[in-house]
């Protein structure tokens, strides 16, 4: 696990950026990971930027969204749908039928779950999968207590998430009570993960994850037994870590 600490969200930005678009230039069929929220952002727009400068292609790539909520249409503003579309892909030269994102509205949620997983195997598995962490340490919609086996599947949001969230819908009432999430186990079997953070508000799970024992109460902490795990968080996420010598470190893009 290499774990590489930059100054602040821009260098984390910048820098997050530049690893994903190292991945297309060396591989421009690469399948690839997003999540949605606020910590990816910058990381998207450089992307964008990198495209429209530097012409890099993304029409080869293949893409899997980590979540979605259950019960909201694709042209719903709180969509991640929607999100991934407004923020990434319709400013890059994607092609529509290689993006993948879970759809919450499908009459049969479980074999959709299945749909979505063999759809991943048949594109040879996730090359590169960004992640976010919550507070908690929890990846995706995979809340502490989650099997560290999981697959993709339908999850019934905590009390907490459907508060934290409502800040996204006029009232509480209107946020979704589900979501349908990737596993766990679907997310470690990427061949590289980029997990993201900054802020202080995430150096309780950033600590959790990189210092405390492996545990279904911190899903994130799973990444410790990954093999190509690449860790990038600002020095506010990692101002609780007791080991500090990740200062500095860079990985060659």
Request: net charge negative; charged share 20%; glycine share 8%.
């Amino acid at each position: 696990m290499l774990v590489e600490v930059v100054q602040d969200q821009a260098a984390l930005s910048e820098r997050g950026g530049a690893i994903v678009a190292a991945q297309v230039r060396r591989k421009p069929h690469s399948v690839l990971g997003f999540p949605t929220g606020s910590t990816p952002l910058g990381v998207y727009e450089r992307l964008i930027d990198v495209h429209r400068h530097e012409g890099l292609s993304f029409s080869q790539v293949t893409t899997f969204n980590l979540d979605e909520y259950v019960g909201l249409p694709t042209s719903h503003e709180q969509s991640y749908h929607h999100f991934m579309w407004s923020r990434l892909f319709d400013h890059l030269d994607v092609d529509p039928a290689r993006v993948h994102t879970p759809r919450g509205t499908a009459e049969d949620l479980e074999g959709f779950c299945a749909w979505y997983e063999s759809q991943i195997t048949d594109a040879g598995g996730i090359d590169l999968q960004i992640l976010g962490i919550g507070a908690n340490g929890h990846l995706a919609f995979n809340e502490p207590g989650s099997s560290l086996a999981s697959r993709t599947r339908v999850k019934p949001l905590t009390q907490k998430t459907i508060h934290d969230n409502a800040r996204f819908f006029e009232h509480e009432d209107q946020v979704p009570r589900s979501a349908i999430t990737m596993g766990i186990g679907t997310i470690m079997d990427a061949r590289r993960l980029l997990l993201l953070a900054t802020g202080v508000a995430k150096a309780d799970g950033i600590k959790a994850t990189l210092e405390g024992p492996i545990t279904a109460m911190v899903p994130a902490t799973i990444v410790q037994l990954h093999p190509h795990a690449h860790v990038l968080i600002d020095r506010a996420a990692a101002s609780k870590l007791e080991y500090r010598h990740h200062d500095g470190v860079a990985e060659p893009v």
